[in-house]
Structures are given as structure tokens and as C-alpha cells.
């Protein structure tokens, strides 16, 4: 007898709960996308997900499992991101040194904790397509855990459009309006900006207005992505981090030796001859550029410099609050980092002084 019809007998002939057994039941088998879609997972930072799951190319620098102490600063970037009162974030960076990859982490990461669709944006049709078949797809076929949600079908693997179990990843460019303005979503990602044209058209507003735009039916949800090397100081990200931050974050490093904590500036880097040097002799001296600490005057090789960006954090940058401290304290909406080439393990000194 099946639970519908015992609801239908008298009272006193109602079985008791004991009386069940599993063939008295139905059960209904929800589709996987479905289970996906619904299931609640234990939310955890996107920089502990990194590690767990996302894989870095065989191409790349550092191939294979991501590894936070690589890229130290870019953990607090991250986890900021997805803290539920931040909406906006702006990310102004030097090239190369993992500002495309931490967005990626956080494409990721939605996919499997805080599925919805995304609209990537890049400055042309080329870069779209290319970043498609070369980072964000590789990203999900080469991660075991991002693997499962790949539905298995050729056309769903389009270069300009990525069909997930659960959700879809649209790829534009700048200047399309079309491919802009097309759909409702809660996720924005806009790569290099400041290689974005003024308008996405002849009558039409800038790319980057027109984007964020898709995200207005989601409310507090949303979440928009601004990165860039800046150009001038005119550009969009400067001004974007001058005029719409509530609050802009600077990395602090911390001396191996005295344990002083500091935001690394230019003019602390020394080397031989100064400004009469040749920069490929500079180039060329792998020993003689070295970081003078402002605390206590040692100087740090580009080991010792990593090893001070490891132990380092977020501030910001007029009171000097710590990043988790201001974010718990003053929820923001809108908040924009700004960290130069020189923390970078990837940029030897040298480099930076030549």
C-alpha cells in the first residue's frame, strides 16, 4: 500500500510509521543538471577552491595544481570578490603577473559553489575567441571537478559560447553592442579595459556601461569584475579607481628581517650607478639590484622579496585598514585594488630598474 492511499483510510486503520517498508515508497530521480543545480555545497573561499581544483595549463609557467604562494597577492583579490556585501570590484595591475588568472579562479569557482551565467568581455573579437579556446575552456576540460559540469556535446563548446550542465559563459567584445545588450545575467568580467573603445558603437554608450547593465535584475547578487593595465592617467581603470572605489587597496609586505611592515615603492630599489647605469648591464648583474628595507636599511635579494610579499596583505590605502578588517566593518559595495610589477616573483628586480 503506497503512502496516497493510506492517507484515505479511516483513522484507526492508519498504519504507524513502522509498518513501511522501502517498496511502500516512491521515489522520483531528479536529472543531474537539475541535482547540480539545486545542491547546496559548504561555501568555502575562492582561494582554498583554487587550490583544490583548479589546474593551470601545461603551457604555462607554472604548470598543474594552482598554488596561492605563487601569486600571494592575489588571494585577498580573490576572496574579496565573493564576499556577499562587494558587488564591484576593479583590479588595476601590471601584464603578466596573474590578474587573468584570478578572474578565472573565480569563473571557476561560481560554476561549482554559485552557479549563473557569465558575460566575459574583451577588447575585440580576436582576443574573445582566443581566450575562449585557450584559457576559460582548457579551465573546465583539464579540472577534474570543473570537468563534470561540461554536458559532452560538441556545439556546446562554441568559441563564443560555453554551455555548461547549469549555466552558460558568453563571450563579447567592446565593440558589439549586440553581444553586449543580448541577456539578463548576474556575472561580468571586463578584460582590459583600457583597451576598450569609448563607445560600443556609433550611437551607442560605453562597452563597459552596456555590460554592466545585464546584471540590474540581480541586485546584491551581482558581481562585476573591472581588470586592466593602466595606460594613462586618464584611462578608465585609473579613473574608475579614482571616482567609483569606496575604498582602494594597496599590498603591504613585511620585512624578513626586522619584521616592519611597508608598501614597496620605487625609489627604495638600488642598484649600481644609479641613474647613469646601463640598463643591460643591469640586465645582465643578476646580484647588484637589491630592496632597501625603510624600517631597518637590509637589503633583499628577489628571494628575500618574496619571502616578504608572502608574509604581506591588503590595506587600505588612506587609513591603513586591514582588507578583512574593512570589509567585515564597512561592507562595501565597490572596491578597487591597485599592486605594482615589482611584488611579483615573476619581475626581477633588475627588470624593474633597468
Keep these: 500500500m503506497i503512502q496516497s492511499e493510506l492517507f484515505n483510510q479511516a483513522p484507526e486503520k492508519l498504519l504507524s510509521a513502522r509498518q513501511f517498508t522501502p517498496s511502500d515508497r516512491r521515489f522520483v530521480k531528479f536529472p543531474r543538471r537539475v541535482i547540480l543545480a539545486v545542491r547546496r555545497r559548504r561555501q568555502i573561499p575562492v582561494s582554498e577552491w583554487s587550490e583544490k581544483y583548479r589546474v593551470v595549463p601545461a603551457d604555462s609557467p607554472i604548470p598543474g595544481y594552482w598554488r596561492n604562494t605563487t601569486t600571494p597577492y592575489l588571494v585577498g583579490i580573490m576572496d574579496s570578490i565573493m564576499t556577499p556585501s562587494v558587488q564591484h570590484v576593479v583590479v588595476c595591475a601590471p601584464p603578466q603577473t596573474g590578474k587573468t588568472d584570478l578572474s578565472l579562479n573565480v569563473v571557476g569557482y561560481t560554476a561549482d559553489r554559485m552557479p549563473g551565467n557569465w558575460l566575459i568581455v574583451y577588447p575585440d573579437e580576436k582576443t574573445a575567441g582566443d581566450m575562449s579556446r585557450d584559457r576559460v575552456q582548457p579551465m573546465f576540460k583539464d579540472s577534474p571537478r570543473l570537468r563534470r559540469y561540461l554536458t559532452g556535446a560538441v556545439d556546446d563548446l562554441a568559441t563564443l559560447r560555453i554551455t555548461l550542465k547549469h549555466a552558460r559563459i558568453y563571450m563579447a567584445w567592446a565593440t558589439s553592442a549586440a553581444r553586449l545588450a543580448s541577456r539578463p545575467l548576474p556575472y561580468v568580467l571586463l578584460d582590459e579595459v583600457d583597451k576598450f573603445p569609448v563607445t560600443a558603437g556609433r550611437k551607442e554608450t560605453a562597452p563597459t556601461t552596456l555590460a554592466e547593465k545585464r546584471t540590474r535584475t540581480f541586485g546584491h547578487r551581482r558581481k562585476i569584475i573591472r581588470v586592466s593595465t593602466p595606460t594613462i592617467e586618464s584611462g578608465p581603470i585609473w579613473q574608475a579607481l579614482k571616482t567609483e572605489c569606496e575604498a582602494v587597496f594597496v599590498y603591504w609586505v613585511r620585512c624578513p628581517d626586522c619584521e616592519a611592515w611597508q608598501e614597496m615603492e620605487f625609489t627604495s630599489i638600488k642598484w649600481n650607478?644609479?641613474?647613469?647605469?646601463?640598463?643591460?648591464?643591469?640586465?645582465?648583474?643578476?646580484?647588484?639590484?637589491?630592496?632597501?628595507?625603510?624600517?631597518?636599511?637590509?637589503?633583499?635579494?628577489?628571494?628575500?622579496?618574496?619571502?616578504?610579499?608572502?608574509?604581506?596583505?591588503?590595506?587600505?590605502?588612506?587609513?591603513?585598514?586591514?582588507?578583512?578588517?574593512?570589509?567585515?566593518?564597512?561592507?562595501?559595495?565597490?572596491?578597487?585594488?591597485?599592486y605594482r610589477a615589482w611584488i611579483s616573483r615573476f619581475v626581477p628586480l633588475r627588470e624593474v630598474a633597468a
Design 273 to 338: 650607478g644609479g641613474s647613469d647605469a646601463d640598463p643591460r648591464i643591469i640586465l645582465s648583474d643578476q646580484k647588484s639590484t637589491m630592496y632597501e628595507c625603510t624600517a631597518c636599511g637590509s637589503a633583499w635579494d628577489d628571494a628575500r622579496r618574496d619571502v616578504a610579499v608572502a608574509a604581506g596583505g591588503w590595506r587600505d590605502r588612506d587609513e591603513g585598514i586591514a582588507l578583512n578588517t574593512y570589509l567585515e566593518t564597512r561592507r562595501p559595495v565597490v572596491i578597487g585594488f591597485h
